[in-house]
């Protein structure tokens, strides 16, 4: 992808959370669907700080999902309930990529957070 790469971009943000989406549907059998869900919570994250820029406003730096939607949601920007559930994302943010950090990721779930990492993105290019 080509850009200006500008952090002040929301647009860079936004194709950087499409960028991690669409690694998180190149789960093959060689990859763990944990490894999957770590880039669909990426994606979440990335598309929500595009918000942050896009309003003009800094981002905290976390990859807790329920804290940069609280934030957003104190400035009075409508957030959807399928955005809210990306809630969830938040747990693949660091530990489920280890090993021994907790019961192996189900396609299920897998499918799952490439959902929730799609509303929203969907949710971000809507305000930008």
């Known amino acids: 992808m ?43 994250e990335k598309a929500i700080k595009a918000v942050f820029v896009r309003q003009g406003m800094r981002h905290p730096y976390t990859h807790d999902i329920n804290a940069l939607l609280s934030v957003i949601a104190d400035a009075r920007i409508t957030i959807p309930e399928p955005v809210w559930a990306a809630v969830a994302l938040t747990t693949y943010a660091s530990a489920a990529r280890y090993p021994g950090s907790g019961s192996p990721v189900t396609k299920e779930e897998y499918r799952e957070a490439l959902t929730l990492a799609n509303a929203v993105i969907q949710w971000a290019e809507s305000l930008i």
């Open 2 to 44: 080509t850009g200006t790469r500008s952090p002040d971009n929301p647009k860079e943000w936004l194709s950087r959370a499409k960028s991690s989406l669409a690694l998180a549907r190149a789960v093959t059998p060689e990859i763990f669907y944990e490894d999957g869900c770590f880039q669909a919570q990426q994606a979440a």
